[in-house]
């Protein structure tokens, strides 16, 4: 006998898109596990309570699978739970081991079976990194901002002395580089040994920093690394430039957040602004579009939108909506 859980989600309690979840949850299910409709015996679904409109069951049904039990039950409301998701087990007259199958944000409820990727990348002061710590948040996965790892770079070769950043000059920097990234209480920390340097990082004059010692080919390929090996690791959204496009171009979930330079300056000076720095609006928008051109122009592994990302544009959306929309992305994905 196998016993096979599997869920998926839906972005609105409607008939049909609950039978269309139903009916691909179930392929899936029996292609994965090469199951004939007969050898399953017993099919139970439970969903949680925001889905009123069609019996899990019921969709079943329609979609062919009529000679197994089938059963649905309703979940209690409970909070923080992952909306509109239906959750099935099913019974099948076979040996071997299950193969369980977690669709479209339910991906998220099991990050033991496959590591769930959301690559958000975009120009700086698109909101990627707020967006992508709330993202964070509701899937309870790792908020990893890759961003923060090439400014750690930058301010480690500026205090090491250095003005210009080549590759020879970088290169030998990077075999000592003491960067690690640490996790407290599910917050990124940016550490160069025993200093946490998340604050320090944020300085202005790191940010451009950042962006010139990121074209360097040596530095990409070390960053890279350890991004992949920490993805591999953990469940995470991360944000950056190439994600999507380089770094986990298999990532089942890519956004492209962008919002026009000028929005994007307003934003960043209103942030350092709070932080206490003097800023200036017009400068800000300068070095923002200076550092897009340093971003997108270099030679390895540019900021670009890769084929498959979704483009979501933050200019007139609020953070709210853009957490929304990309989390309806995510929950409605084929
Ligand atoms: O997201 P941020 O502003 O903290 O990033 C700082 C710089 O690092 C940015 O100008 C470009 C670079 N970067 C990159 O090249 N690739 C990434 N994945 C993330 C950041």
Same mark, same amino acid.
């Given at each position: 006998?196998?016993?096979?859980r599997g869920a998926t989600t839906i972005t609105a309690d409607e008939p049909q898109q609950i039978r269309e979840a139903v009916?691909?949850l179930? $392929?899936?299910?029996?292609?994965?596990? $090469? &199951?004939? +409709?007969?050898?399953?015996?017993?099919i139970l679904f439970s969903n949680t309570a925001d889905i009123r409109s069609l019996y899990p069951a019921k969709a079943a049904?329609?979609?062919?699978?009529?000679?197994?039990?089938l059963f649905s039950a309703a979940e209690p409301d409970i909070a923080g739970a992952l909306p509109l998701c239906i959750r099935v087990l099913?019974?099948?007259?076979?040996?071997?081991?299950?193969?369980?199958?977690y669709l479209r944000g339910a991906a998220s409820l099991r990050k033991?079976?496959?590591?769930f990727?959301?690559? &958000?990348?975009?120009?700086?002061?698109?909101?990627?990194?707020?967006?992508?710590?709330l993202l964070a948040e509701k899937f309870d996965i790792?908020?990893?901002?890759?961003?923060?790892?090439? $400014?750690?770079? =930058?301010?480690?070769?500026?205090?090491?002395?250095?003005?210009?950043?080549?590759?020879? +000059?970088?290169?030998?920097?990077?075999?000592?580089?003491? &960067?690690?990234?640490?996790?407290?209480?599910g =917050?990124?920390?940016?550490?160069?040994?025993?200093?946490?340097?998340?604050? +320090?990082?944020?300085?202005?004059?790191?940010?451009?920093?950042?962006?010139?010692?990121?074209?360097?080919?040596?530095?990409?390929?070390?960053?890279?690394?350890?991004?992949?090996?920490?993805?591999?690791?953990?469940?995470?959204?991360?944000?950056?430039?190439?994600?999507?496009?380089?770094?986990?171009?298999? =990532?089942?979930?890519?956004?492209?957040?962008?919002?026009?330079?000028?929005?994007?300056?307003?934003?960043?000076?209103?942030?350092? $602004?709070?932080?206490?720095?003097?800023?200036?609006?017009?400068?800000?928008?300068?070095?923002?579009?200076?550092?897009?051109?340093?971003?997108?122009?270099?030679?390895?592994?540019?900021?670009?939108?890769?084929?498959?990302?979704?483009?979501?544009?933050?200019?007139?959306?609020?953070?709210g909506e853009?957490v929304d929309t990309i989390c309806k992305k995510i929950q409605e994905?084929?």
């Amino acid at each position: 006998m196998l016993a096979i859980r599997g869920a998926t989600t839906i972005t609105a309690d409607e008939p049909q898109q609950i039978r269309e979840a139903v009916a691909q949850l179930l $392929r899936e299910i029996a292609e994965k596990n $090469r &199951l004939r +409709a007969e050898e399953m015996l017993f099919i139970l679904f439970s969903n949680t309570a925001d889905i009123r409109s069609l019996y899990p069951a019921k969709a079943a049904r329609e979609a062919g699978f009529v000679s197994p039990a089938l059963f649905s039950a309703a979940e209690p409301d409970i909070a923080g739970a992952l909306p509109l998701c239906i959750r099935v087990l099913v019974l099948a007259e076979k040996e071997g081991k299950a193969a369980h199958v977690y669709l479209r944000g339910a991906a998220s409820l099991r990050k033991d079976l496959k590591k769930f990727a959301v690559a &958000l990348d975009g120009p700086s002061g698109s909101g990627k990194s707020t967006v992508a710590k709330l993202l964070a948040e509701k899937f309870d996965i790792l908020y990893l901002d890759t961003g923060a790892m090439y $400014r750690a770079c =930058a301010l480690y070769a500026a205090r090491a002395g250095l003005s210009e950043f080549t590759e020879e +000059a970088v290169r030998p920097l990077l075999a000592s580089l003491p &960067l690690r990234v640490e996790y407290i209480d599910g =917050a990124q920390h940016t550490m160069l040994g025993e200093e946490d340097v998340s604050e +320090a990082i944020r300085r202005p004059e790191v940010s451009m920093a950042a962006s010139r010692i990121s074209a360097l080919r040596c530095v990409r390929e070390k960053m890279v690394e350890m991004q992949r090996k920490i993805a591999s690791e953990r469940s995470c959204v991360l944000d950056g430039r190439d994600i999507g496009s380089f770094v986990l171009p298999n =990532a089942p979930f890519k956004f492209y957040v962008t919002a026009s330079s000028k929005v994007r300056a307003e934003r960043r000076c209103k942030e350092l $602004r709070a932080k206490g720095f003097a800023v200036e609006l017009g400068a800000i928008q300068k070095e923002i579009e200076e550092r897009d051109a340093n971003d997108m122009n270099r030679e390895f592994s540019p900021l670009v939108r890769a084929e498959d990302a979704v483009l979501v544009d933050t200019s007139d959306l609020t953070i709210g909506e853009v957490v929304d929309t990309i989390c309806k992305k995510i929950q409605e994905k084929v």
